[in-house]
């Protein structure tokens, strides 16, 4: 049997490496507060590119990281 490691999003049963992504998503939030931004832009896209005909979900990470820095952006005050 090969090994398996999952990446980004956890796998149950399986070893997997992750990113923080709640904290990622608020020290980016705080970084732009200390920065004095009062409004930005946070682009993303809902799939990654085409692989023919078929189209990947955004992994769950992805969502996970741009919930964090709303919640923390709208705490301060920035409008996203």
Known sequence: ALPV???ADAVPGIP?????DD???????QLL???GDKSVLYLTHPFYPD???QRLPCPASVF????SF???AEAADITV
């Not at 904290?23 to 939030?29: I, K, R, Y």
């Not at 996970?64 to 919930?67: D, G, N, P, S």
């Open 23 to 29: 904290g990622s998503g608020e020290l980016l939030a």
């Open 70 to 72: 709303c919640r923390a």
């Open 51 to 53: 692989f023919g005909d």
């Open 33 to 35: 507060v200390e920065r």
């Open 64 to 67: 996970r990281r741009v919930e």
């Open 16 to 20: 997997s490496v992750c990113v923080d």
């Open 5 to 7: 490691v999952a990446i």
